[in-house]
């Protein structure tokens, strides 16, 4: 019972850790070097204009790109990282209550193989035809 303890209280640690629910963002910031296209502008000279954006892959292929000013970069930055974050503790978290259900399975005398399988079933007849 004292493992099963520690993973409760490991569970615990990793749920104490996670950042605000309310501050995170599935997705990936970057910046972007591009001309405007103004015959006069600085660009042309080589000194390109940056942009970043937040880069955000659906479900069949389709990406959509927020465009961000300077103001909001260290936020959406953050909020990536919180969702990442909160990804790795589900994992861990994930993790923790596997081993937490074979140690009750073993704490309660069932075999793998009894678990698994429960009641046996009846095999089907073959048709004659």
Same mark, same amino acid.
């Given at each position: %019972?004292? =493992?099963?303890?520690?993973?409760?209280? $490991?569970?615990?640690?990793?749920?104490?850790? !996670?950042?605000? #629910? &309310?501050?995170?963002?599935?997705?990936?910031? #970057?910046?972007?070097? %591009?001309?405007?296209?103004?015959? /006069?502008? $600085?660009? +042309?000279?080589? +000194? !390109?204009?940056? @942009?970043?954006y937040l880069g955000v892959s659906f479900a069949g292929g389709r990406t959509v790109q927020?465009? !961000?000013?300077?103001?909001?970069?260290?936020?959406?930055?953050? *909020? +990536? @990282?919180?969702?990442?974050? *909160? *990804?790795? @503790?589900?994992? =861990? +978290?994930?993790?923790?209550n596997r081993e937490l259900l074979r140690r009750r399975r073993s704490a309660l005398g069932?075999?793998? &193989? /009894?678990?698994?399988?429960?009641?046996? $079933?009846?095999?089907?007849?073959?048709?004659?035809?």
């Amino acid at each position: %019972m004292q =493992a099963i303890e520690r993973l409760l209280a $490991r569970r615990a640690r990793v749920r104490g850790r !996670l950042p605000p #629910f &309310g501050e995170l963002v599935r997705g990936s910031v #970057f910046t972007r070097r %591009m001309r405007c296209g103004k015959p /006069t502008c $600085r660009c +042309v000279r080589g +000194v !390109l204009h940056r @942009a970043t954006y937040l880069g955000v892959s659906f479900a069949g292929g389709r990406t959509v790109q927020i465009s !961000l000013p300077p103001a909001l970069v260290a936020t959406a930055r953050r *909020w +990536v @990282a919180n969702y990442q974050a *909160w *990804w790795r @503790a589900i994992e =861990a +978290v994930s993790k923790i209550n596997r081993e937490l259900l074979r140690r009750r399975r073993s704490a309660l005398g069932e075999s793998a &193989g /009894t678990a698994a399988r429960g009641r046996p $079933r009846r095999r089907r007849r073959r048709s004659a035809s």
